[in-house]
């Protein structure tokens, strides 16, 4: 749908949802099954045993035909009863959103204050589980990648951190955006309940979302005393034994599911995350030369799906996404919160090659010319020079 004719392609370069490739389309565009049926039960399975391999785990996957809100709500359901403490950290937007979510289900949310410019800092996160002796703390809730922002946290220093200070609570971990674009270990690095969502490195419409669930979080489901119905996992692992769901799936969503997967592990999740390190920091390199400010203010936290970059004093961040997508049809991302209209963020996730990224560079920096933005034109130039060998 669009308000308008434009010629050429829309560029949604926003940090998700990311673009859709041809091949998934397609997928999708394929006669709705008998969700009962025994085709369906052969699919589901095959799905169910692929989608492991992105969230590196041989644990239950839960697939729940909802956005990555609803798959929020069911790692904090499914683990915590009311009343329970829970340690979360601000990074940002979605940390904020997760914590407010915490409020409104019961839980008691403490909140680790961060400045929005880095991710989650194990130390604080030892030091504050040190100092409760009781054990009183049931999870921690870690924004693997803040999308508001473009910082990461190290998830395996955080789960170090809870192991040197003794502590019993559950990892809880969002990876809505960072999922299939950024190394990512389940198993490996000690997760509880990995939270995620179709729209990002999966490169699927929004719609699906996902619970990767440790044998540790599934026995604490068993004590949980939230309530809960359509996001309990157990009438789910249940019925995904044999391929199926207790209630009708998103059947078409899991045909794109399914080629999606197929495609990132065509490719190899090596190479998907080496590709993206790649269009992170030539995108980083034109931030600079343009004499601008990446949000993110600690290199080991850069995110390789999007970058978040600030406006000087006095201009407008939103303004300059107005430019852009009137004149070149290409969609930003906005600053939320806090950074609302004071940065702007760019998505270079999922499905991009260094020809879009260097087609998304030159229309920033043209925007910023026409929205009258202070920098130096040479953006471009850098990124090119770091993607072509020069730099
Ligand atoms: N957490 C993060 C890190 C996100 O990026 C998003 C969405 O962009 C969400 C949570 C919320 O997911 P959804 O909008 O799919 O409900």
């Known amino acids: 749908f669009q308000t308008r004719t434009t010629p050429g392609r829309h560029f949604l370069q926003i940090p998700g949802p990311s673009n859709v490739p041809d091949r998934?389309?397609?997928?999708?565009?394929?006669?709705?099954?008998?969700?009962?049926?025994?085709?369906?039960?052969?699919?589901g399975k095959m799905i169910l045993d692929k989608v492991k391999k992105v969230f590196q785990t041989e644990s239950h996957v839960v697939i729940y035909p909802a956005s990555g809100t609803g798959a929020w709500e069911a790692a904090l359901v499914n683990t915590l009863s009311p009343g329970d403490r829970v340690l979360m950290c601000e990074t940002g937007w979605f940390a904020s959103l997760w914590r407010e979510m915490a409020e409104k289900l019961d839980i008691r949310p403490e909140f680790l204050k961060g400045d929005w410019r880095r991710g989650a800092e194990p130390a604080r996160i030892e030091e504050y589980l040190r100092a409760d002796k009781g054990h009183e703390i049931k999870a921690v809730c870690v924004v693997h990648n803040e999308t508001s922002t473009g910082c990461t946290s190290r998830i395996a220093e955080v789960r170090a951190a809870i192991d040197a200070a003794g502590h019993p609570a559950l990892l809880l971990v969002d990876t809505i955006s960072g999922l299939a674009s950024m190394d990512y270990r389940h198993d490996e690095w000690g997760v509880d309940v990995t939270v995620s969502g179709s729209q990002k490195g999966l490169m699927l419409p929004p719609g699906l979302s996902f619970n990767a669930v440790s044998a540790k979080a599934l026995k604490a489901a068993d004590q949980a005393k939230l309530p809960r119905s359509f996001w309990d996992w157990k009438p789910m692992i249940a019925s995904n034994a044999t391929g199926y769901f207790p209630y009708t799936p998103a059947t078409n969503m899991l045909y794109a599911l399914d080629t999606a997967l197929d495609m990132l592990l065509e490719e190899g999740l090596e190479n998907v995350f080496a590709r993206h390190d790649r269009m992170a920091e030539a995108t980083r390199r034109a931030v600079r030369a343009w004499g601008l400010e990446v949000q993110c203010q600690e290199p080991r936290h850069y995110s390789s799906v999007l970058t978040g970059v600030r406006l000087p004093e006095g201009h407008s961040a939103?303004?300059?996404?107005?430019?852009?997508?009137?004149?070149?049809?290409?969609?930003?991302?906005n600053g939320l919160g806090q950074l609302?209209?004071?940065?702007?963020?760019?998505?270079?996730l999922g499905?991009?090659?260094?020809?879009?990224?260097m087609a998304t560079l030159s229309g920033i920096e043209m925007g910023l010319r026409i929205a009258g933005v202070p920098h130096k034109p040479e953006g471009v130039r850098a990124a090119m020079e770091y993607l072509t060998g020069n730099a």
């Open 340 to 348: 609302n209209d004071r940065v702007f963020r760019i998505g270079h």
């Open 351 to 357: 499905d991009i090659s260094e020809l879009q990224l």
């Open 24 to 43: 998934v389309l397609r997928a999708m565009d394929n006669p709705t099954m008998d969700h009962r049926g025994p085709d369906f039960g052969v699919m």
């Open 318 to 333: 939103n303004a300059l996404r107005a430019a852009i997508v009137e004149r070149f049809n290409m969609s930003l991302g």
